[in-house]
């Protein structure tokens, strides 16, 4: 039988070609192909797997070469769909294998082949011609199973299937006797379901190749993909209506899952497409359900004021009954009572599609009741899909997406359905299907984080009386903003679904990081922290199989804690029950009380750590609140401190260095519990941090040296990084209490187990360590310039060591990274503000670029006289004079490889080092190359805070003398940024709220500048001067206008005033003395003398 095949094939095969090469042809091409090939087909397909591939490859190239030369007027269906299924038989039982330039003709006969059967003026193409239709699922069926490498040929021959059947879909003369997009959907016979599986099909296959070899894909198939998507998807809106059935919904969900895949890996923009897509997916959010299916409100409208009360009168949504395991259900299907609710009209005429269009009733939640009442042809699942999209777009293109939030989040009644307002909150609170509500919460969470925290500060909510025709963007943001907390605070209170409630929670904490609440209604900050804690209470205080919802509900409640500014409602709301707290075994009714009950040892790790975050945040925001519970926090934090927890190591303060290593701790202990309790350690050595200076000098003395003593035992012996940072961080703040430095030991056991930390391996460490130690050096130079120093227990030379090891460790950690580099800097500009450099001290070898070489004795205190002594005079820190030099190297290496915060920093801290009155900085040799950077940054840079500090820093030096041979620089370049910054094209919207400040300080440091310059000056300066004249004239004759509008304000300060006017007075006279000097500029004096006179 195979000997006869393969004999039949290559005869075949071979008459075939001697027959096309007679001249003239003795029969017609498709008679040929009838007689030679059709006819013997099932014959030649059964030989196939006995032919050598490329055999085959080479006479199918043939075949499809004289199909498609065949003319319209001849036997073209006939031949183009025998072709067809002759190679798609031949496919299914060999792989064909053809190089490139074969499959080239073939995709060129199958393009042909597709563009024939899907004509728009075909009367049979829709529905007419099932045979057309079965070549064309053939065609995708032979795409599927070939081995061609390059995916973009098949890509672009699956993309023009669907171009053209859409065509075919939506032209004029099919859309009108289209059924599937009558009125009443649901009540006719749908029509063309060849043509919707074909794009279904087309879809997936596009989808499929996405998955594989997504980041092989060129950039303009992917913008060829993603414009047939558009099309289709608009094609769809126009119609403004989706059909419910089997076959419509596996389309629609081949289609939104191919979206997906081309959203998730954008490589390009998407932003003229977001608002089509926007419009397109919203209208998924509700197919397959009606307004019957939902729990619809019917309490009157939901206050955006009174939240409580409203909350309190809104019902709990019905769930589902007892639990039916899913083998059960469509037994018990016929007896259980349908859910009323949850109704959904569909065809009753459709017949469920054939094609392996089976899904199981484990693809839905438990809780989602009878698969049938909820989701009859898993419309859920296009539903889900449509969610899953937006996601996309926000994550690829989210400053695009923010001008349709109002299509997506509601604006009123948002516990009110209402079907014209399908939003995410409406998926998030009514649908019946938990999937799809878990997808609606992770995509809230990702318009909520990133960009959009920053976009939604300008929001502001007012309550309107009348509906306008226009709304402000920030108040359509302040009432989507009050929605959202009001379906989330519902849901809160009412959701049942673990899962579920465990999203919303780190849903509304990101809503809670991104509201502006003090624009907001006052209630709302304190509901928010009521809800959160009345649930806490209710459900999860008692339960022990909550612990990971119970720890993010105390993770939202520390992050309504800890949101700035702090609210007045807030305080009164943590003030009750102050009196009646006490610490005992069941949580007490109270916020705080609850949270020092939640602290205690016998609580889950996890727990006690989210506790401590919220106590920490009530520390740090509301400390007069807190002063009342300090004997709690004192006691709370020392069994913590001296117990790691349940079941875990005991860890002794100041004994015994603390230890994290599970196999030697009570050799049973498991790794998961020691960790939790050192996390809770750290938080509980986190709460340090968050006191204020009134609040620990009101503890007992006792209280403060436990404080003291814990803080640097933990960050001088612990073992664990997180303990260690969580110290420093303490030390940090405690080290900016202005009382604390009046002990020299405390102060050098700051500095000691700062810098032993700075030496930590792990960047986290280091980052708390250097902070601690900048804060330590500016509290230093508050207490050198507040004349504090001579009030040290042990004398002021007793600091001497300490401030040489501060230098030592700040030049030392300037090649660190960023975020280490911007504190070091920071205390390197502390202590140059007051440290004296002289070449009185003595003198160690060489510089060796910043290689640490002086000892802790090279820097001393002056002696003081008997006259400083008797005036009260503060004594100076006597520095060695290479540290000057350092330190500007350190500066300058920094302005060029530091970030933007680091840049910041340096000059910051050349202003104080400017400040330092031993310094002559005439005689600096770096001085040119320091007022340069300072000048380049205040021209160049896009951030407005360097740009800022940078002329601040210039406005320091109180004389001409002291910007020596750069005064001419200094005065040329500010007047150049000054008369270009109404043009300057650096400023984004991160920057604009530091515009006003900046123009602020560059009139200030101008205007400094200017009433510097003489008749003395260098003729080019003099020129420059007086070619800007006319600039200069009108800038101060502005700047004066402004003046006097601003002293007939009786709010304006009136020293402030007065101190300007005397600055612009003062450049005016500078620059009439230049321009009287002049005999050439005597028309632009008698303008500045006029000017002069007026303003005297």
Known sequence: MALSGIRAWRTAFL????????????????????????????????????????????????????????????????????????????????RLEMNSSSWVVMFGFFEKMVQWSLCTDTKTACSGNAARMKAIREILEILRNCSLAENSKILELLLHIISRSHA????????????????????????????????????????????????????????????????????????????????????????????HLVLSDPKGSLSEHVAGFVASLQMFFTYGITNKSLVVFKEKEFSSINLNSRLEQSRKIERGGTYRPPHLRKREEMSVQPFKARGFRCSSDCEPFGLGFMSSDSEHSDSDGPVKDTDRFRCSKARIAAIICI??????????????????????????????????????????????RMASASALAAMLDGPSSVFLQVAEYKESTKCGSFTTLSSSLGQILMQLHAGLLYLIQHETHSGLLASVFKLLMLLISATPY????????????????????????????QTSLLATALSCLASALSTSPPSSQVAELLQEGTSTDVVGVQPNSSVLGSMFQFSQRVMHPTIAFEALQALRAVSHNYPNVMAAYWEQVSATVYGLLREGGPDCPIYEVQSRPWKVDVGN??????????????????????????????????????KQDFIISSVISLAISDEVPSVRAAACRAIGVISCFPQIFES??????????????????????????????????????????????????????????????????????????????????????????????????????????????????????LELSNESEASGSVPNFLGDP??????????????????????????????????????????????????????????????????????SAL?????????????????????????????????????????????????????????????????????????????????????????????????????????KKAMVSKAIRSLLQIYEGSNKLQSIARRFEKLADCLS
């Not at 016979?189 to 190749?209: R, Y």
């Not at 926000?394 to 939030?405: F, G, H, I, N, V």
């Not at 940054?937 to 805070?945: A, E, G, I, Q």
């Not at 009786?1050 to 402030?1056: N, R, Y």
């Open 665 to 702: 701790a009570l050799g049973s202990t498991p790794e998961k519990c020691t960790m939790a309790a050192i996390r809770v350690r750290a938080a509980s050595v986190t709460c340090f941090a968050g006191t204020t200076s009134s609040v620990f000098f009101l503890l007992p003395k006792e």
């Open 955 to 1059: 406005a320091v030096p109180t004389s001409r003398h002291e910007y020596g041979s750069s005064f001419s620089d200094v005065v040329q370049g500010l007047e150049h940024i000054l008369e270009n910054l109404s043009s300057d094209q650096s400023l984004t919207p991160s920057s604009f709220k530091y515009m006003g400040t900046l123009e602020k300080q560059l009139t200030s440091t101008t205007l400094h500048v200017l009433g510097l310059v003489s008749c003395n000056d260098p003729p080019p300066l003099q020129d420059f001067l007086a070619k800007k004249a006319s600039f200069l004239e009108e800038w101060l004759k502005s700047l004066w206008s402004s003046l006097a509008e601003q002293t007939s304000d009786q709010l304006a300060p009136e020293t402030t005033s007065i101190e």
């Open 15 to 94: 008459t075939l070609r001697d027959e096309t090469l007679t001249f003239p042809p003795r029969t017609l091409l498709p008679d040929l192909l009838r007689n030679l090939i059709f006819s013997h087909s099932e014959i030649l397909v059964s030989a196939a797997s006995a032919l050598p591939p490329h055999e085959i490859a080479s006479d199918l190239i043939l075949l499809v070469e004289l199909a498609g030369a065949i003319s319209e007027g001849e036997d073209v269906e006939y031949t183009f769909i025998n072709t067809c299924h002759l190679i798609h038989d031949v496919s299914c039982r060999i």
């Open 518 to 545: 003090i624009r907001m209604p006052i209630e709302l900050l304190p509901t928010v922290i009521s809800t959160v804690h009345k649930r806490i209470l209710e459900d999860f205080s008692l339960k022990t199989n």
């Open 744 to 861: 020299t030991e405390i102060l050098v056991e700051f500095i000691r187990a700062a810098e032993i930390n700075t030496h930590d391996t792990l960047v986290s460490v280091r980052i708390t360590a250097s902070w601690a130690l900048a804060n330590i050096c500016d509290s230093l130079r508050h207490r050198a310039s507040d004349l504090h120093l001579d009030k040290c227990s042990s004398g002021p030379n007793a600091y001497s060591g300490s401030i040489s090891l501060l230098a030592e460790c700040a030049l030392r950690l300037t090649k660190d990274g960023d975020k280490i580099k911007s504190n070091a800097v920071r205390a390197l500009g502390n202590l140059s503000r007051f440290v004296r450099f002289t070449n009185q001290s003595a003198m160690c070898g060489p510089v060796d670029g910043m290689a640490s070489y002086l000892a802790i004795d090279d820097v001393e205190f």
């Open 391 to 436: 996601q996309d777009l926000c994550e690829a293109d989210p400053k695009s997406l923010t001008a349709y939030w109002p299509m997506l989040l509601p604006t009123n009644d948002v516990l009110q359905l209402r079907k014209y307002q399908a939003t995410l909150m409406t998926c998030l609170l009514f649908d019946p299907i938990l999937k799809t």
């Open 168 to 259: 075919v879909l939506f032209c004029s003369s099919y859309s009108s006797g289209n059924q599937r997009y009558a009125i009443d959907i649901g009540t006719k016979i749908p029509k063309c379901n060849d043509l919707w599986e074909v794009q279904t099909i087309a879809f997936s296959m596009i989808g499929d190749a996405f998955s594989r070899n997504g980041s092989n894909i060129s950039v303009n198939m992917w913008q060829s993909m993603l414009e047939v998507l558009r099309k289709v998807i608009d094609g769809l809106v126009s119609r403004s209506l989706l059909v419910e059935d089997y076959v419509m919904s596996r389309f629609y969900n081949s289609l939104l899952h191919c979206l």
């Open 882 to 951: 290479h540290w000057l030099e350092r330190m500007v190297q350190a500066f300058l290496s920094c302005v060029t490889t530091g970030n933007v915060k680091v840049q910041w920093n340096v000059c910051h801290a050349l202003g104080n080092l400017f400040l330092n009155e031993t310094l002559k900085l005439q005689d600096m040799i770096w001085a040119p190359s320091v007022y340069s950077i300072l000048l380049l940054l205040l021209r160049d840079s896009t951030n407005f805070k360097i740009r800022i500090h940078a002329a």
